[in-house]
């Protein structure tokens, strides 16, 4: 053998001879955007999942219609499965096929499931005009949801269009998304980016969110949570909360926010709970390398969240904020309150550490305020009076 097969063969030896791949068109998944493949899908998810050996499911171009797909691990050999695409998967487009089902794709109690590239689209347009009209609609689907998982990577996959949330982690330890992309108009309703609780260990690195709601939600039941690199825009910012609905619900803890861009959204990082007899907290928490450029409410801690005043008589939240520091924080405000603590009156915020934070609100600098909070300041009066 020459020395340059000899090292093709090792080469192939080492990296695919254990590795099955499993096509979706080997499993009937056509790609011309009408033949509904999930049934394909979920054969070539079980061929993987009764495989003992590392796994490969490949989705080629085109585009798939997928009606809706449960991709259990409940019963999988417990090898690592990767899926490969190179297409878009499609949800039906008509709203009310899956509008009341909670989740189009979903993945459940799976370990070491990596998901990379393609464009999962959830066509959520018709539902949005319904929801926008007040008319009486679906709540609308997920567009992809893993629920009690463990180490799932998702790289360089793009989630567009989703009827409500786009990606939802619930119950999921050790979770890596890098380089996603997710996007929605900035009015269409309830579309939040990614959506994550009951959660420890997930980090979302390198990604581009815009949509009509949250780019990220935080929910109760979090901790060791890392989120770096983010472009945020359109949408509602990023915000730890709502929390403390349920009167005895898990806090969130150990949160880290860095270096994110924020551009024309309606808030920039916002902590906000319920006004409401509850339970919880949120703790350590740093907020640090942070732009804002044309945000409504940059730096927003609401303990009285009470929308359209109903289901809350405005009692003092039960969740309790403590160690929350924003360092090197700057750019532009829409509003002339750059920074609001509005903290609970019945369990103030403590802890607050305001570090190198400078907004400006058309000419000159913005303003602070603060109720019910207590920590430190530095650099600016208008920081440094308000706690
Ligand atoms: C994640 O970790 C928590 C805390 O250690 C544990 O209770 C939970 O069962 C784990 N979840 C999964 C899916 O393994
Ligand atoms: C906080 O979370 C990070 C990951 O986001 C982890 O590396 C670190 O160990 C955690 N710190 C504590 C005190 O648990
Ligand atoms: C605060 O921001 C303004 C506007 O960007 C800038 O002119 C000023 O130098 C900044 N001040 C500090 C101390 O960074």
Not at 308 to 327: A, L
Not at 365 to 382: I, M, P, T, Y
Request: net charge positive; with cysteine; proline share 3%.
């Amino acid at each position: 053998m020459s020395p340059l097969a000899i090292f093709f063969f090792f080469f192939f030896n080492l990296s695919f001879a254990s590795n099955t791949i499993y096509n979706v068109q080997n499993y009937g998944a056509k790609s011309n955007g009408k033949t509904d493949s999930s049934k394909a899908f979920l054969s070539a998810w079980g061929s993987a999942c009764a495989s003992t050996s590392v796994s490969t499911i490949y989705v080629p171009r085109g585009i798939y219609l997928i009606r809706k797909a449960y991709f259990n691990g409940q019963t999988c050999k417990r090898n690592a499965i990767s899926i490969r695409i190179d297409g878009t998967l499609l949800a039906p487009s008509d709203y009310n096929v899956i509008g009341n089902d909670g989740n189009w794709i979903t993945f459940e109690n799976v370990n070491r499931v990596s998901i990379y590239g393609g464009i999962f689209d959830g066509q959520g347009a018709s539902l949005w005009t319904c929801k926008n009209s007040k008319k009486n609609c679906p709540e609308g689907t997920t567009a992809l949801a893993f629920y009690n998982s463990n180490n799932i990577v998702m790289n360089g996959v793009t989630v567009q269009n989703s009827q409500m949330f786009h990606i939802l982690l619930d119950g999921c330890n050790n979770t890596k998304l890098q380089g996603v992309k997710v996007l929605a108009p900035g009015n269409s309703p309830n579309t939040d980016g990614i959506h994550v609780q009951s959660s420890s260990g997930v980090s979302i690195m390198n990604s581009n969110i815009g949509t009509g709601d949250d780019c990220i939600s935080i929910g109760p039941g979090n901790s060791n949570l890392w989120i770096e690199g983010i472009a945020c825009g359109p949408g509602h910012g990023i915000s730890i909360g709502s929390l403390g609905w349920e009167s005895k619900e898990q806090g969130v803890q150990n949160v880290t926010v860095k270096t994110v861009t924020f551009t024309g959204t309606q808030n920039g990082v916002r902590v906000k709970t319920w006004a409401r007899l509850s339970s919880g907290f949120v703790r350590h928490v740093l907020f640090q390398h942070i732009v804002m450029s044309n945000v409504q409410n940059p730096i927003i801690i609401d303990q009285n969240y009470c929308p359209n005043h109903e289901s809350c008589p405005h009692q003092g939240s039960g969740v309790k904020i403590s160690d929350v520091t924003y360092q090197d924080i700057h750019g532009t405000s829409a509003t002339e309150v750059a920074v609001k603590l509005d903290c609970s009156k019945t369990n103030p915020c403590s802890g607050i550490t305001l570090d190198n934070v400078n907004l400006s609100y058309k000419n000159g600098r913005a303003e602070a305020s603060c109720v019910n909070a207590a920590g430190r300041a530095s650099g600016f009066k208008e920081l440094t009076s308000c706690l």
